[in-house]
Structure formats: C-alpha cells, structure tokens
C-alpha cells in the first residue's frame, strides 16, 4: 500500500514539474516554430527572469478544478458536481482562464452557457457549440490534476478526465483530457515515453482523429528514430493551425508534445528543448508534458536550474482572494490529501485555520525570503525538514529579515494576464507562532514581524526562545510579508540555525475603512486594456472606486476577502444610505454560487441560501427605514439593522466573507468589521 509521503513526493515533482514548463513556455506563447528557433535556439534554460510569476490557466485550472472532488466519493460523483465547482471557482468574466467571447474562447462559451442554465455536457458539446470550438486544446491542459488524485488507477484517472473535459469540451477536446491525465497515472509504472504513450492509448476513443494524431507521430518516430528536424518538419507541414479550425486547435499541439516526447529520450531537458522550440501554444504543451516526465523521473530527473527561481511559490487567479497565494508544496499536499481520500488511503488530518509552514520536501522553501547585502550576506535552503538558514557572514548588531508574502503588490508580480487578485494571507489578530532550532548556540536574538500595506514593519520584542509567538494587530492592511527578523549579537561566519516550522492561527479581528484603502494599477490585460484593483479585495465580479474619499461599489459587483477557512462569528457593515438597494452581506462566502447572506432588496430582509445556483430566501421582516447599519452576530443569531434587532437561524462553515452588490446603482460603502476564529 502506498504511503502519503511516497504519495506527497510523486505529486509533488510531477506538479512542480507542470508549472516549470507552464513558465518555460509562457514567453513564447503562440509564436510559430521558426520565430522561436530564429531568436532563441538552443533553448536550455528560461526565457525571461520572471521574478514572481503571475497566475495562468495551465495551473488555476488543474489546482481548482480538482475541488469538485473534495467532499465526494467516486461513485457519488457527476458531471453537475463539476460544473458546479467551475461555476463557483471561476470569477464572472475575469481571471482564471482566457474570455475571448462566445464563439472564439471554448471556456468562455461553455461558461456562458452554464450560466445561461445550458447543463453540462451539453455546456460543452460539439452540438451546442461546433467541433471548432469544442475541439480546442483547453480540455488537454486541465487535466493533470485527475491523473494524481487517481494514483496509479489509469481507469479511474480516465473517467475523472472524461466528466471534467465534457463540462467545457467535446470530441478530441476530451480525449486530450483523458491522455494527459492517463499518462500521468501510468507514469507511476512507466519509465519509457515511448511505452507510455503506447499503453495510454488503450484509453481512447480508437475511431478519434486524436488516436490517430498521435499514432502518426508514434509510426513517423519508428521509421526515422533519430532524425528529430524531419519529425518537426512534418509535423509543421501536417499538423499546421491552418489545417485545423478554430484558434488553437488540439491535434497541432498534441502532435508537438508527442514529438518532444518521443525524440527527447526520456531526459528532461532534451525533452522541453524540442517541445519549447517548436513554439505554437508552448505553455501548454510544455506544461503537460513536463507533468508527465516529472511523474515518471521524480524529482531526481529534473535539474535544479528549473527549480529554484520558483521559490515554490505560486499565484493563481480563482474566485477566492484568500487562497490565491499559495506553494507548489502547499497545493501538491491538497492534491495528496484528495488522492488518499479518493482512493481509501490514510492521510494526515488537516485542521481548519491553522496553517503550519513544513519543509518536508526538497525545494520546499515555501516563498520563504532572505534579505542580504554587504553587510550581511545569507541564503536559504531546504535541509533535513528544516529551513537552515546559512549565514556567510554577518556583522555584530546586523539585523536581517527571513520572510514570506503574505500579498503581494503590482510591481512585484510580473504581470497581470490572468487577474490574480489577492486577499491577505495574513490578517490582524491572527496569531504567529515560528520554531527555531540554533544547534550551534549562535549568539542570536529573535523577533516576528509583519509589514503593513505602508511598509511599516511592526514586531515582537527580541528573544533568544526557541518558540516566539505574535499577534498584529495595526491597521495598516492588508499586511505585505510577514517572518523573522534576525539580529546578530557578534560576528557571524560560516554558520546556521534552522527554523523548524511557523504557524499561523486564524482569528481575525479587524476594521476595513473603505476608503483608506489603495488603488492599485496593474497594467494590460490580454486585449491591452488598463486594469485597476482595490488593495487587499478579490472582486469575482465588477469592481469599485475610491473617488473624493468615498468607497463606490459599482452596479452588479462583488468582492470577498479573509477565510477561506475561518467561521466568522461577528460581522458588521456601515453604508451611506441608499435608495433602491440590493445588497448581500456574506457572512459565510464559499464562491460565487456558494454562500449565505444577509440580503437587504429595498424594503424586505432575507437570509438567502445559494447553492449550485439555486437560491433559497427565508424572510426576515420588512423595514421602511434606509439602512445604513448592518450587525450580525452568529453566536447569539441576531441580527442588527440600525438599531432594530431580529432573530435569525444563521449557518456557518469554514468560509471567506463576501459584499454584493445586485442593483442597478452604486452602494457607498464605509467600513466593515469582521471577527472571526479558526474551526
């Protein structure tokens, strides 16, 4: 029987491996072969420093499509349960993946077409939507995330593939979906690429064109098995986009990423070589394959020049702000907790709220930081479960900062495709608590810190305790980093201490004035246009502005913040008042058609359930005063508008919180506290 670390460690090199070829290949999306081989051939490392990687498709895809399984056997799973999860996952129109319009982007149509009530995989069909759009290579670079979570269960990696692929895709789109993830679940058994794509085919459709895409390139490599350039030059020939309809055809880039396979005997290098340099949707195509090769060569195959520019962090552009910041180790153990659960295995109990920072794996540094100049000169890496710090040279009284992000600005992002607004990780009240292990007996002193929005740092007093804890409380949100700063009582060379682990306790306490927050320019979207955020908010729908000191929540929009799994026990809103009004207050927001408010329509209070895009309203009373005064209080189940109480039946679960605003005029907002503790 597998054990959860086995399991952790396979995911792991196979997901890290899919987001070093999502970034590899980024920079030379959709540029044709011969633009990519005149630049920059040989390709053996990354085009671009891209610093912090923004959010893309390739990973939000397979990292939340994967929530659909969370609460669900096999057997009780459908294809409901995974548009559902798409629908809640995927902020309205902006973010996550590509909205190129009905008709032209293949998500944005089925997602027009769930949410025009269309079920899925009708949604999806070559029927509702033609075999140009259904066919288009999105069902192919979602799918890893079903070939871990199935194990080495390719019948199951399969079946897991087929009903997400069919939500959005149809046809060849959806055999793509079950070969990527096939392959993955076979990569557990298979150490041949050759081998692999072979046995991966018995899983298909043997009548798809797509099964005779890649049975042409497999009879091409048998006939000229060294001879790479004449399988490229083939293949550029046969498989050209012009053959094909539609934008980005699947079979043109499947026929790449079995060629790289192929002819890039099973070294890992050799292999994204090819598949970079022969260009069309090179982030996509480089991010499966290395999924694949990082599943079947582990961690040991893949050179460390890949890995640590990474830093294991991750960003991604979902619905929810708060879980938009995350690590490569953080969501390989999501993936592994779901595989365990889905397959009947033991694995480790998570606690809701409660956030300890491991170094379990290799490269694992969890976005953790180290701030050096001249006067102090320190690295970090991953050794024996710890975080060692490495000192090359410290002066006496130097202080250093060993640190993470807990948001991260727009200069500090690369760029801003796929709208990854974020939500502080970090929150007032929170409580941190780090342990440090200093085996030398270095003459050290200790202290934790967050930065506020301002770059204030606010900290703990100094201590020479192995086990230091902290609780922000200021104002300055949302917080930037938060860590550990280091002073250095004597000249220090050549030495070490490690932290063991560092834990964060949700329980939020906090007041958000409106309009003391920031606007923030974070640059071109696809179509060149300017995009605005508001500091510390994830808007899943429309946005806001901050004009002559007052906060403007625009018609039809919302945004959330905090959890996503803390149970908010208070929470309160002030608003200027204002006719014709149609908000929710979401004291529990689990995505965009999951939640439960506070809803005020003009006169009349509900508590409005919605789930799986179905509301629920239970009225409350009607009130013929302008409301500027919103108080709930879930513990003693009342509620407060103005100064009027009323009992409710108020249900809570781990969750962010969530404003809307549903009418067709802004809502002036003023502050909002919340306060909340972990599950």
Request: net charge negative.
């Amino acid at each position: 029987m597998k054990t959860f670390d086995e399991i952790y460690q396979h995911i792991y090199a196979s997901w890290l491996a899919k987001n070093i070829g999502i970034r590899l290949g980024a920079p030379i999306e959709a540029w044709t072969g011969p633009q990519v081989r005149k630049l920059y051939q040989p390709i053996t490392n990354y085009l671009t420093d891209y610093g912090v990687f923004a959010a893309d498709d390739d990973a939000n895809g397979p990292l939340f499509f994967a929530k659909a399984i969370e609460d669900k056997t096999i057997d009780q799973l459908t294809v409901d349960d995974f548009a559902n999860n798409l629908l809640n996952v995927v902020p309205h129109e902006k973010g996550f993946f590509w909205w190129g319009g009905k008709g032209i982007s293949t998500e944005h149509t089925a997602w027009l077409n769930l949410i025009s009530g269309i079920p899925a995989p009708q949604s999806g069909s070559i029927k509702q939507n033609t075999k140009a759009i259904a066919e288009q290579i999105g069902g192919q670079i979602f799918s890893d995330c079903w070939g871990y979570v199935a194990l080495d269960n390719p019948q199951l990696a399969c079946k897991l593939a087929k009903m997400m692929s069919s939500v959005t895709h149809d046809g060849d789109g959806i055999e793509g979906g079950k070969f990527v993830a096939v392959c993955i679940s076979l990569a557990w058994k298979y150490k041949d690429c050759n081998q692999l794509i072979q046995a991966a085919l018995q899983y298909l459709n043997p009548t798809s064109s797509y099964v005779t895409t890649v049975q042409n390139i497999l009879n091409f490599h048998q006939q000229y098995p060294t001879d790479s350039n004449r399988c490229l030059a083939y293949i550029e020939d046969k498989y050209s986009y012009d053959n094909f309809e539609g934008l980005c055809h699947i079979l043109p880039n499947t026929a790449i990423m079995i060629y790289g396979m192929l002819y890039g005997d099973n070294h890992f290098d050799k292999t994204m070589q090819l598949i970079a340099e022969a260009g069309r949707d090179t982030d996509c195509n480089l991010g499966n394959v290395a999924s694949i090769m990082g599943m079947m060569l582990g961690l040991d195959g893949i050179d460390d020049k890949w890995i640590t520019p990474i830093n294991d962090i991750l960003l991604c552009s979902s619905s929810i702000g708060s879980i938009n910041i995350t690590t490569i180790s953080n969501s390989a153990y999501h993936f592994s907790i779901l595989a365990c659960k889905l397959n009947q295995l033991p694995y480790p109990i998570y606690q809701n709220g409660i956030h300890t920072t491991h170094f379990d794996l290799p490269y694992s540094t969890n976005g953790f930081i180290v701030d050096h100049n001249r006067y102090h000169a320190c690295n970090l890496r991953v050794n024996q479960h710890n975080l060692q710090v490495c000192m090359d040279n410290v002066l006496e009284n130097q202080e250093f900062k060993v640190y993470k992000h807990s948001y991260f600005l727009p200069e500090e992002v690369y760029d801003y495709r796929y709208e990854p607004e974020f939500s502080s990780t970090l929150e007032p009240n929170d409580k941190l608590e780090v342990i440090i292990d200093n085996p030398q007996q270095l003459n050290l002193e200790y202290a934790l810190f967050t930065q506020g929005y301002s770059g204030k740092i606010y900290q703990s007093e100094y201590s020479s305790a192995s086990t230091l804890t902290f609780q922000p409380n200021a104002d300055d949100i949302p917080y930037r980093t938060y860590g550990i700063l280091v002073k250095a009582k004597t000249r220090i060379q050549h030495a070490y201490f490690n932290i063991k682990q560092l834990t964060v306790y949700k329980q939020p306490q906090y007041e958000i004035d409106f309009c003391k927050l920031h606007t923030e320019d974070w640059g071109l979207d696809f179509n060149l246009n300017q995009i605005h955020a508001i500091s510390g908010l994830r808007f899943h729908r429309g946005n806001a502005n901050i004009t002559n000191n007052e906060f403007r929540l625009q018609p039809h929009s919302a945004f959330n913040f905090s959890g996503p799994d803390t149970l908010t026990h208070k929470l309160s809103l002030e608003i200027h008042p204002t006719k014709n009004i149609h908000l929710h207050l979401c004291y529990r927001w689990n995505g965009c058609y999951d939640y439960q408010s506070i809803e005020i329509d003009n006169h009349h209070i509900y508590i409005c359930t919605c789930n799986q895009h179905s509301i629920q309203r239970v009225p409350i009373t009607n009130t013929n005063q302008e409301i500027f005064l919103i108080e709930i209080d879930i513990d003693k189940q009342l509620l407060k508008l103005n100064q009027d109480s009323y009992p409710i039946k108020a249900e809570t679960k781990p969750s962010s919180v969530g404003i809307c605003n549903q009418s067709d005029e802004e809502i002036s907002l003023i502050k909002c506290r919340i306060e909340a503790k972990h599950a």
